[in-house]
T-cell receptor
Framework: ETGVTQTPRHLVMGMTNKKSLKCEQH?????MYWYKQSAKKPLELMFV???????ENNSVPSRFSPECPNSSHLFLHLHTLQPEDSALYLC???????????????FGEGSRLTVL | DQQVKQNSPSLSVQEGRISILNCDYT??????FLWYKKYPAEGPTFLIS?????DKNEDGRFTVFLNKSAKHLSLHIVPSQPGDSAVYFC?????????????FGKGTHLIIQP
């Protein structure tokens, strides 16, 4: 089983739909992240959770709502998204959020989201 | 304004030759530098890193060079192989306060020609 698993791999939704992305890590890490990768843009950090508490929210619109029920699972709830939100959403984990600047991030394969 | 710049969106190199990927950063507070590799339909995977106390780190065919005064790092792959064809992301971080995680560049698409 891979270290970080994301489902679904592909998601198409209308602007009025509500959907969720799921991430699960099997590495025993204490920090989990959501990144957004849009075409021709750098990976953008959206949320950081450390020991199930959100420690970072980089001015992400409220139509994105994260949830971290335990240290192994992370969700991104999506509601009334816009077409410009279409992107690859990557989940990652690391040993510690405090050391994230030096530690390696382990990424999932991503969820490709298309908003119609 | 981008804190991490990879100015070459793509790079084509012949198999067996050296591939050199470049990355520039703006903030001198960054003291840890990483390269990630990404294949299509997969997440990025860690490749190699270097801390600011070093100017070179080597791992097999991959070497990362750091020039702190120029705020520049590069990744050398030699010899280049077809399996090296991927997008390479430069990432930078701070050892002192890492809740922000890493800051990434836009990536360089490396194409190894047979």
């Amino acid at each position: 089983e891979t270290g970080v698993t994301q489902t679904p791999r592909h998601l198409v939704m209308g602007m009025t739909n509500k959907k969720s992305l799921k991430c699960e890590q099997h590495l025993g890490h204490n920090a989990m992240y959501w990144y957004k990768q849009s075409a021709k843009k750098p990976l953008e950090l959206m949320f950081v959770y450390s020991l199930e508490e959100r420690v970072e929210n980089n001015s992400v619109p409220s139509r994105f709502s994260p949830e971290c029920p335990n240290s192994s699972h992370l969700f991104l709830h999506l509601h009334t998204l816009q077409p410009e939100d279409s992107a690859l959403y990557l989940c990652a984990s690391s040993q510690s959020a405090r050391l994230a600047g030096t530690g390696e991030l382990f990424f999932g394969e991503g969820s490709r989201l298309t908003v119609l | 304004d981008q804190q991490v710049k990879q100015n070459s969106p793509s790079l084509s190199v012949q198999e067996g030759r050296i591939s050199i990927l470049n990355c520039d950063y703006t903030n001198s507070m960054f003291d840890y530098f990483l390269w990630y590799k990404k294949y299509p339909a997969e997440g990025p995977t860690f490749l190699i890193s270097i801390s600011s106390i070093k100017d070179k780190n080597e791992d097999g065919r991959f070497t990362v060079f750091l020039n702190k005064s120029a705020k520049h790092l590069s990744l050398h792959i030699v010899p280049s192989q077809p399996g090296d064809s991927a997008v390479y992301f430069c990432a930078v971080g701070e050892s002192g306060g890492g809740a922000d995680g890493l800051t990434f560049g836009k990536g360089t698409h490396l194409i190894i020609q047979p």
